[in-house]
T-cell receptor
């Protein structure tokens, strides 16, 4: 099992550009999550999907959109990137507790 | 919404020293509690969790945590740390009414000197 995988690992964007972060899990979990990790702030939940076909806002959803493509895949889209979105993004999936992916380090110039 | 406080931002210990990392949460009802560890350059991994039952929870790699409901605390302990325990440690909480909304503390960076 690969667990939770994320692509890309690194990305540099210019302000205003758009991009989609991809996440997939092979553990047959219903719930999936997107977090951002910033120094001194821990992880903050952006969006989550409790099941295929549903998505809900987390603590910091502004500037992001998500798509639960199927049970395995949950993508995060930045329509117009801003420097404040420079962060490390983690995807996770869960049954009783959350399993995390390796992260995507995003820099917005 | 619930919140989590980790008061120690950076802890530096020598090998074989004992460790206790503080975690307090703000929610008056039933909670599920977690400790995750992030080794340098790696993703978060679950160390241990508490859902119910015995408030003293044992996890991997010799770690344990004690849930004290009256103090809203879930402190992480290890009797004797090793250099390989150098990592960042995150406390997290969910509630049964929305166990998808996990709130994390800011993290504690642990440096163990060989």
């Amino acid at each position: 099992n690969a667990g939770v995988t994320q692509t890309p690992k690194f990305q540099v964007l210019k302000t205003g550009q758009s991009m989609t972060l991809q996440c997939a899990q092979d553990m047959n979990h219903n719930s999936m999550y997107w977090y951002r990790q910033d120094p001194g702030m821990g992880l903050r939940l952006i969006y989550y999907s409790a099941s295929e076909g549903t998505t809900d806002k987390g603590e910091v959803p502004n500037g992001y959109n998500v798509s639960r493509l199927n049970k395995r895949e949950f993508s995060l889209r930045l329509e117009s990137a801003a420097p404040s979105q420079t962060s490390v993004y983690f995807c996770a999936s869960s049954d009783s507790w959350q399993f995390f992916g390796p992260g995507t380090r995003l820099t917005v110039l | 919404a619930q919140s989590v406080s980790q008061h120690n931002h950076h802890v530096i210990l020598s090998e074989a020293a004992s460790l206790e990392l503080g975690c307090n949460y703000s929610y008056g009802g039933t909670v599920n509690l977690f400790w995750y560890v992030q080794y340098p350059g790696q993703h978060l991994q679950l160390l241990l969790k508490y859902f119910s039952g015995d408030p003293l929870v044992k996890g991997i790699k010799g770690f344990e945590a004690e849930f004290i409901k009256s103090k809203f605390s879930f402190n992480l302990r290890k009797p004797s740390v090793q250099w390989s325990d150098t990592a960042e440690y995150f406390c997290a909480v969910t509630t049964p009414y929305n166990n998808n909304d996990m709130r994390f503390g800011a993290g504690t960076r642990l440096t163990v000197k060989p």
